[in-house]
T-cell receptor, first 112, second 117 residues
């Protein structure tokens, strides 16, 4: 079955610096890769996603890159702000289905 | 758009009782809803997938008789934890997807924290 690995588990950056979180997946049939931000005690919020027919997608300070050959995708946050502090999860859809397998999460701390 | 609500947000119940959690898509019709469980500082674990009008599909290791899922309409799915035990205490989160076409996006509810005493 699909397995999604995520690194690092924790990440501290200075305000204004960039943050990069990486995920790898095992199922080559996966074709959709969302990223979610989860604040304490709340449900995950979709922040960006990418489909397998695209190599990169950007939305203001957030970008996602996908390398299908290597089966990994990354989240890039530039000009980080304290409000970016949260837990970030990547996910992939096994066998191209509508369900997700989540990565283990990255706790991002942006230091003011 | 794409707002999903859950009710209740918190519930405390006694061991042996059952508790029902509702998940509603407020501004769209969701053909598919998903139920997840999340332990403290852990990732989301998919429990089951439910499609409107049909039986839910449970992930391996999830007891279907313990976690009853009903998806009676395109805007409402319910999860009932039957004969709850302390080890069922967790954060339960639903998501709604299938907003139309070949959309893979899932929109998550705010979660329900269940504590079984």
């Amino acid at each position: 079955g699909e397995n999604v690995e995520q690194h690092p588990s924790t990440l501290s950056v200075q305000e204004g610096d960039s943050a990069v979180i990486k995920c790898t997946y095992s199922d080559s049939a996966s074709n959709y890769f969302p990223w979610y931000k989860q604040e304490l005690g709340k449900g995950p919020q979709l922040i960006i996603d990418i489909r397998s027919n695209v190599g990169e997608k950007k939305d203001q300070r957030i970008a996602v890159t996908l390398n299908k050959t290597a089966k990994h995708f990354s989240l890039h946050i530039t000009e980080t702000q304290p409000e970016d502090s949260a837990v970030y999860f990547c996910a992939a859809n096994p066998s191209g289905t509508y369900k997700y397998i989540f990565g283990t999460g990255t706790r991002l701390k942006v230091l003011a | 758009g794409a707002v999903v609500s859950q009710h209740p947000s918190r519930v405390i119940c006694k061991s042996g009782t059952s508790v029902k959690i509702e998940c509603r898509s407020l501004d769209f019709q969701a053909t598919t809803m998903f139920w997840y469980r999340q332990f403290p500082k852990k990732s989301l674990m998919l429990m089951a997938t439910s499609n409107e009008g049909s039986k839910a599909t449970y992930e391996q290791g999830v007891e279907k008789d313990k976690f009853l899922i009903n998806h009676a309409s395109l805007t409402l799915s319910t999860l009932t934890v039957t004969s709850a035990h302390p080890e069922d205490s967790s954060f339960y989160i639903c998501s709604a997807g299938g907003t139309g076409g070949f959309s893979y996006e899932q929109y998550f509810g705010p979660g329900t924290r269940l504590t079984v005493t």
